[in-house]
């Protein structure tokens, strides 16, 4: 009984180290943007997808895609007449180091197949821009818009990226060996060493958006922008650039846990969605805002599926799910919507 368990302690915190980089993503989005993103889950589908195809020395045209995403942008940014020419200079470099990286990355993995730090970095080079392309393309148009259409628009994304996986990898799922075999036995428990990664991966990258967040003048200006978003405009900061950034990183941190998932499950192109709705999940606890909180309901959603998968596992994701009304009612009766409005 107590080895049974220990085992499902074990599985339910790696389940949400996982998840837990999906609430964040979602949480990071929302305090910038205001967007409710949907389509965050498909940034976990790219990034396995592409992790996996890299790994194995195929070059996909989703580095390309996003390549030449990034390049159209530029151009048209490169055109606008308002900007000096010293203005224009530096924003070429700048582009040109950018679809650079995204490129230079692809290539190395196609040169050194098998090889998994090339592999990592083509595949969240690529999805974490396609995230700055994706504010650029579908938010930043309608960014005054209402939450409800801002929702939409995210579904849309969604409806788009999931056709995109298919067409672009396939419907076969693609297996990935794991970083590190074995494993290590603590007491009555046999714990993987993937496990060990997810979890440590995800600690450190946690911490990182800590650092990056408090300590730095950037991840400073994208606090400011979460509290008040006229404020920081006039203050000088680009609000543009700063929902740019935030879709970036939320789709890097979405990409990273299906790197980390990747290789306990196939990488396949349906497996985005469940993942992002539990990440949802846990992220309402907090109420999309809060990083403490959420990291709380990072560990209760984790926890919650390995034990129903045990007990129920036909229901497993059905509870999971049904987790987020009692959370949402709380969540409303302890900071009912007035009190957001004065």
């Given at each position: 009984?107590?080895?049974?368990?220990?085992?499902?302690?074990?599985?339910?915190?790696?389940?949400?180290?996982?998840?837990?980089?999906?609430?964040?993503?979602?949480?990071?989005?929302?305090?910038?943007?205001?967007?409710?993103?949907?389509?965050?889950?498909?940034?976990?589908?790219?990034?396995?997808?592409?992790?996996?195809?890299?790994?194995?020395?195929?070059?996909?045209?989703?580095?390309?895609?996003?390549?030449?995403?990034?390049?159209?942008?530029?151009?048209?940014?490169?055109?606008?007449?308002?900007?000096?020419?010293?203005?224009?200079?530096?924003?070429?470099?700048?582009?040109?180091?950018?679809i650079a990286g995204v490129l230079a990355t692809a290539f190395a993995?196609?040169?050194?197949?098998?090889?998994?730090?090339?592999?990592?970095?083509?595949?969240?080079?690529?999805?974490?821009?396609?995230?700055?392309?994706?504010?650029?393309?579908?938010?930043?148009?309608?960014?005054?818009?209402?939450?409800?259409?801002?929702?939409?628009?995210?579904?849309?994304?969604?409806?788009?990226?999931?056709?995109?996986?298919?067409?672009?990898?396939?419907?076969?799922?693609?297996?990935?060996?794991?970083?590190?075999?074995?494993?290590?036995?603590?007491?009555?428990?046999?714990?993987?060493?993937?496990?060990?990664?997810?979890?440590?991966?995800?600690?450190?990258?946690?911490?990182?958006?800590?650092?990056?967040?408090?300590?730095?003048?950037?991840?400073?200006?994208?606090?400011?922008?979460?509290?008040?978003?006229?404020?920081?405009?006039?203050?000088?900061?680009?609000?543009?650039?700063?929902?740019?950034?935030?879709?970036?990183?939320?789709?890097?941190?979405?990409?990273?846990?299906?790197?980390?998932?990747?290789?306990?499950?196939?990488?396949?192109y349906d497996m985005g969605f469940p993942i992002g709705l539990k990440g949802f999940v846990a992220a309402a606890?907090?109420?999309?805002?809060?990083?403490?909180?959420?990291?709380?309901?990072?560990?209760?959603?984790?926890?919650?599926?390995?034990?129903?998968?045990?007990?129920?596992?036909?229901?497993?994701?059905?509870?999971?799910?049904?987790?987020?009304?009692?959370?949402?009612?709380?969540?409303?009766?302890?900071?009912?919507?007035?009190?957001?409005?004065?």
């Open positions: 009984m107590i080895d049974t368990l220990l085992f499902l302690l074990v599985d339910g915190i790696t389940n949400g180290a996982v998840y837990g980089l999906v609430a964040l993503s979602l949480i990071v989005i929302y305090t910038v943007t205001r967007v409710v993103n949907i389509a965050q889950g498909e940034y976990v589908t790219l990034g396995a997808l592409s992790f996996a195809s890299a790994l194995s020395g195929y070059f996909s045209p989703f580095s390309w895609l996003v390549a030449g995403g990034l390049a159209a942008f530029a151009v048209l940014d490169v055109a606008d007449r308002r900007l000096s020419n010293s203005a224009r200079i530096r924003m070429l470099l700048i582009r040109s180091i950018w993995a196609n040169k050194f197949p098998g090889s998994y730090w090339f592999a990592v970095l083509a595949a969240l080079a690529a999805t974490a821009s396609l995230g700055a392309l994706t504010y650029r393309l579908t938010v930043e148009p309608v960014s005054g818009a209402s939450p409800i259409v801002l929702l939409i628009v995210s579904v849309g994304v969604y409806m788009v990226f999931h056709g995109a996986a298919v067409l672009i990898w396939g419907a076969e799922p693609q297996s990935v060996p794991p970083v590190v075999d074995g494993g290590v036995s603590l007491g009555p428990v046999f714990i993987t060493y993937q496990s060990l990664w997810i979890c440590c991966f995800a600690v450190l990258a946690m911490a990182g958006l800590y650092t990056f967040s408090e300590r730095t003048l950037i991840g400073q200006a994208l606090q400011a922008t979460a509290v008040n978003r006229v404020g920081a405009q006039l203050c000088g900061i680009p609000v543009r650039v700063a929902g740019q950034l935030s879709f970036s990183i939320g789709a890097g941190f979405s990409a990273l846990s299906g790197l980390l998932l990747a290789p306990l499950i196939t990488a396949n606890l907090g109420g999309i805002v809060e990083y403490p909180t959420a990291l709380v309901g990072v560990a209760l959603v984790g926890l919650t599926e390995s034990f129903s998968a045990f007990q129920i596992s036909a229901f497993r994701d059905v509870i999971v799910f049904l987790m987020v009304i009692p959370i949402l009612l709380w969540r409303n009766a302890v900071r009912p919507p007035e009190a957001h409005e004065h």
